[in-house]
């Protein structure tokens, strides 16, 4: 139990374009799923917060208007990288928390973008 | 502000040899999670601690949290391999937005 998936693994996009990432909860509801981006050899950062049905949380620092994120559902939420730049390529992770009596959160597998 | 760190940053070892990795956090939490990130992938959960003085154990991992020190171990017994990884401690803020914190992770490489 406790799978989250996210899509695409891999995605390479031109710079100016936007792309989507999806963050599932594929066996139980997420209310409340976080985003977070890594960089090469470093720790992961703490993007934004999001909770079914309300708008997201951002970190201090975070464009909320380049990274659109929306939790449509209580099993899906999604990030749009807009306008993407170089700057931006990283790994992006998504992660998920809702089971009922448990404190922890579960990762999805990431996504490597490459902005070019 | 809560603020999660570890030492060492990076350790490289021989197989066979025991070793702990620190992880210190500045205000109260009693929840602390251990992962471990291989290159180019996800984080693995290997243990959530829930109260102080909580001790769990997988395998050649052994981890603890002390809430009065706010500190946490995570002990390596006779080293393998396979063990090389990243290892990531996070600290639960507590706070309703449910976030953590991570530290800045210790690159363990454990030579043959």
């Known amino acids: 139990g406790a799978v989250v998936s996210q899509h695409p693994s891999r995605v390479i996009c031109k710079s100016g374009t936007s792309v989507k990432i999806e963050c599932r909860s594929l066996d139980f509801q997420a209310t409340t799923m976080f985003w977070y981006r890594q960089f090469p050899k470093q720790s992961l950062m703490l993007m934004a917060t999001s909770n079914e049905g309300s708008k997201a949380t951002y970190e201090q620092g975070v464009e909320k208007d380049k990274f659109l994120i929306n939790h449509a559902s209580l099993t899906l939420s999604t990030l749009t990288v807009t306008s993407a730049h170089p700057e931006d390529s990283s790994f992006y992770i998504c992660?998920?928390?809702?089971?009922?009596?448990?404190?922890?959160?579960?990762f999805g597998p990431g996504t490597r973008l490459t902005v070019t | 502000e809560l603020k999660v760190e570890q030492n060492p940053l990076f350790l490289s070892m021989q197989e066979g040899k025991n070793y702990t990795i620190y992880c210190n956090y500045s205000?109260?939490?009693?929840?602390l999670y251990w992962y471990r990130q291989d290159p180019g992938k996800s984080l693995e959960s290997l243990f959530v601690l829930l109260s102080n003085g909580a001790v769990k154990q997988e395998g050649r991992l052994m981890a603890s949290l002390d809430t009065k020190a706010r500190l946490s171990t995570l002990h390596i017994t006779a080293a393998v391999h396979d063990l090389s990884a990243t290892y990531f401690c996070?600290?639960?803020?507590?706070?309703?937005?449910?976030?953590?914190?991570f530290g800045k992770g210790t690159r363990l490489h454990i030579l043959p």
């Open positions: 205000t109260t939490s009693d929840r």
């Open positions: 996070a600290v639960d803020t507590l706070n309703r937005d449910d976030k953590i914190i």
């Open positions: 992660s998920a928390r809702g089971l009922v009596g448990s404190h922890e959160q579960y």
